[in-house]
């Protein structure tokens, strides 16, 4: 069973940062993907940031602009992985619930990713941008 710790969620002003920190535990070695979507009020979901277990390589959506980051960290001594995503320069437009989830399926093109369907999913933790 998958399980998820969720942290790092608040309110901050336009401008300014937060990092989301998640950690996975009993995740299929197939669904080696792992990231965050959000989901804001009267708003499609989207695509944030991604990283693969296997070889560190990312996905971000394309409003993250190098605002964003992902790192993981594997327990080499459990079958944990916690995934840290550093959001700098804060918008308005970056409010939304943010979701720790697990890559099911990725479109896959040569050295490139995009994850497409999620198989697990975390709690959510809110992130409030405002002035």
């Known amino acids: 069973q998958v399980q998820f710790v969720e942290s790092g969620g608040g309110s901050v002003q336009p401008g300014g940062s937060l990092t989301l920190s998640c950690t996975v535990s009993?995740?299929?070695?197939?669904?080696?993907?792992l990231g965050w979507v959000r989901q804001a009020p009267g708003k499609e979901r989207e695509r944030v940031s991604f990283?693969?277990?296997?070889?560190?390589?990312?996905?971000?959506?394309?409003f993250v602009k190098g605002r964003f980051s992902i790192d993981i960290d594997n327990d080499k001594n459990t079958d944990k992985s916690t995934v840290s995503l550093r959001m700098n320069n804060l918008k308005p437009e970056d409010t939304a619930v943010y979701y720790c989830v697990t890559v099911s399926r990725a479109l896959q093109d040569f050295t490139h990713w995009r994850p497409l369907e999620y198989a697990d999913w975390g709690q959510g933790t809110q992130v409030t941008v405002s002035a």
């Open positions: 990283i693969s277990r296997r070889d560190g390589t990312t996905y971000h959506g394309s």
């Open positions: 009993g995740v299929p070695a197939e669904h080696y993907r």
